[in-house]
């Protein structure tokens, strides 16, 4: 595989990765309501779900979706009731206060890292786009040490992206922001999410 070629899946899956989803949503809460230490994790967390989606896209998943819809549609609606579930939670404690008046509670390191990688893989789209990437991109004499370079490109396009997300939502100002607007911003978090997970499961 050429570097032009490496460097054009590159650039394609950064593309994707800054498109406004559930990941980057759940990213920019993160950092408002928690900090950038826990946003930052969270960000791996959707970087390693990333990389799950990415390698299924590379070693078949995808053809196996285009032979049993079925299967993919169990994994939209799958995904889009977990969607549907973070945001009905966000609905019921929009009005919550928060601790000290400055930030809620910090969740562990691991839970910010795991509901990360649970937002990002209950999207089973990328899958799909991946394929695309890397159809006509990726040779079939592709090397393994190749892939591991593209599933590390992956991983780094969305843990920095995502964790540059938490840092700018994590500054004061955005955040006394948000103090200010906690139930109207958490609401309008919770729909916007609510909206995507439908989409998910209906097209």
Do not use: C
């Not at 990389?51 to 299924?56: D, I, L, Q, R």
């Not at 209950?122 to 899958?127: D, G, I, L, Q, R």
Request: charged share 10%; aromatic share 10%; no cysteine.
């Amino acid at each position: 595989m050429s570097l032009s070629a490496f460097l054009a899946v590159v650039l394609l899956h950064l593309m994707v990765a800054v498109s406004p989803g559930p990941a980057v949503l759940m990213a920019a809460r993160t950092g408002v309501t928690e900090g950038f230490r826990t946003g930052a994790m969270l960000a791996a967390g959707i970087g390693t779900a990333a990389v799950v989606w990415a390698a299924s896209a590379l070693f078949g998943l995808s053809l196996l979706f285009q032979f049993a819809p079925a299967l993919l549609i169990g994994f939209k609606i799958a995904g889009a009731v977990i969607l549907l579930y973070l945001a009905v939670k966000l609905w019921r404690h929009a009005d919550d206060p928060l601790e000290q008046g400055q930030s809620s509670a910090p969740r562990s390191l691991r839970s910010a890292f795991w509901l990360g990688f649970v937002t990002q893989i209950s999207n089973p789209k990328p899958a799909i786009l991946f394929a695309a990437i890397f159809v006509g991109t990726v040779p079939e004499t592709a090397t393994w040490p190749v892939y591991g370079a593209l599933l590390a490109a992956v991983f780094l396009n969305e843990t920095v992206w995502n964790t540059l997300v938490a840092r700018i939502f994590s500054l004061p100002a955005l955040r006394r922001t948000y103090l200010g607007l906690k139930g109207t911003i958490d609401r309008l978090f919770g729909g916007i999410l609510a909206v995507l997970g439908i989409k998910i499961a209906s097209t």
